[in-house]
């Protein structure tokens, strides 16, 4: 069966720049227009981080039916090993995306209720090419940055990210776009297929599937952004390569809903993944239920100071 879940919560908080946050990540994983030209493709998700709550944090920690429906969660790279009780977030690996779930006394300060969105790409070409516009849109507001895992020696190239500080730097909501260097899958895989120089999402993702994990992906999202942040993500998104159809941006298996509010908020993210069914259950602030054969909805509330 395939269950489509939803997560609402409020956002909260602020949060210093993400280009920092690139920063940190050499040393750790992410979680942080014009209309579209014909011949561009249109974007796919890498993944999504949000920061909850503590007992919110737990709970979806050491949930059995997130456990069934997404698949175990991890602790992240090198081994991809169980989260220990002391972990700071967790993830939650798919076919092609993955969640990256933050508990609020964090490595990278992130407040509770921050939402994070990286756009995808399984092609340097494509990726090169948005560069280019967002470097134009964006001026000395635009940012590149080459990330690197270094808890490998000699480092390992992992990805290229670009961002526009206007959709970047808030406190509620960090938008980037990224693509992997195929040295990172090279490294992963131990030099197996390395002259196909492999940096698909999925080709990254392959092995998550052998190991309990890979069981959904992320297909959609629903934000609430300020009044000065819709026009600038609404061309940065239509600058990536998604069709814009009113409110809704639709990209490569996936679509984002945006909506003018003086309170910015993460509304709604949607998953799709074969169970057999869910039960309604509390996780900390958080609940799990039904809302049809084919949905359930996961609801947050966090408390604290509205975002700007």
């Not at 090198?78 to 964090?106: C, H, K, Q, S, V």
């Amino acid at each position: 069966m395939k269950i489509v879940i939803a997560l609402a919560l409020l956002a909260v908080g602020g949060f210093p720049t993400l280009s920092a946050f690139h920063a940190n990540s050499r040393d750790d994983e992410n979680s942080r227009g014009g209309s579209a030209v014909a011949s561009q493709s249109t974007p796919s998700l890498n993944h999504v981080y949000i920061v909850l709550d503590q007992s919110t944090f737990d709970a979806i920690r050491d949930s059995r039916t997130l456990a069934r429906l997404f698949g175990r969660a991890d602790a992240g790279l090198p081994d991809y090993a169980l989260p220990p009780p002391e972990a700071d977030r967790i993830f939650f690996r798919g076919r092609r995306t993955y969640l990256e779930l933050f508990a609020p006394n964090n490595r990278f300060e992130e407040p509770v209720g921050k939402v994070g969105l990286a756009l995808g790409h399984d092609h340097a070409k494509d990726f090169e090419e948005l560069a280019t516009k967002w470097k134009d849109a964006c001026g000395s507001r635009f940012r590149r940055t080459s990330i690197e895992y270094r808890r490998q020696q000699p480092p390992v190239p992992w990805y290229e990210a670009i961002q526009c500080d206007d959709t970047a730097s808030g406190p509620h909501l960090a938008v980037w776009s990224m693509v992997y260097r195929p040295e990172f899958h090279e490294w992963q895989s131990g030099g197996i297929g390395s002259s196909s120089q492999r940096i698909a999402r999925a080709e990254i993702l392959a092995p998550r599937r052998a190991d309990g994990q890979g069981r959904f992906d992320i297909t959609g999202l629903s934000l609430k952004v300020s009044a000065t942040t819709y026009p600038n993500l609404s061309r940065q998104l239509e600058q990536a390569g998604m069709v814009r159809d009113g409110d809704q941006f639709l990209g490569d298996g996936w679509m984002i809903k945006l909506e003018v509010d003086e309170t910015p908020r993460f509304v709604e993210i949607n998953f799709d993944t074969d169970a057999s069914r869910v039960r309604g259950e509390r996780l900390g602030n958080a609940v799990l239920t039904r809302a049809s054969n084919r949905a359930a909805r996961l609801t947050v509330r966090a408390r604290g100071r509205p975002g700007q």
